[in-house]
């Protein structure tokens, strides 16, 4: 692997040690296949469990002027709500 033809260079992932989440909570998620994998794919990237990957994702997205994640709302359009017709 890493010998230039696009693959990735496997780091196995480290452990958490035991007792170091602060409240560990399990969360259960349904992602699509290709979400799924590409989760699996980063963080075996940067050698770290998909848990401590995806924990780092939450803590880290980037927050704009009104609180909420950036790109966010140009993704993931609303419906515009139909104007109510008053007398």
Do not use: C, Y
Request: hydrophobic share 35%; glycine share 10%.
């Amino acid at each position: 692997m890493g010998s230039g033809t696009g693959s990735v260079d496997v780091m196995a992932p480290r452990r958490r040690p035991r007792g170091s989440l602060d409240e560990p909570r399990k969360v259960g998620l349904w992602l699509e296949t290709v979400a799924d994998d590409r989760l699996s794919e980063l963080a075996t990237r940067v050698g770290a469990t998909r848990s401590e990957f995806t924990q780092w994702l939450v803590e880290n997205v980037p927050l704009g002027v009104d609180g909420r994640p950036v790109g966010w709302d140009e993704t993931h359009p609303v419906e515009e709500e139909l104007p109510i017709n008053s007398p």
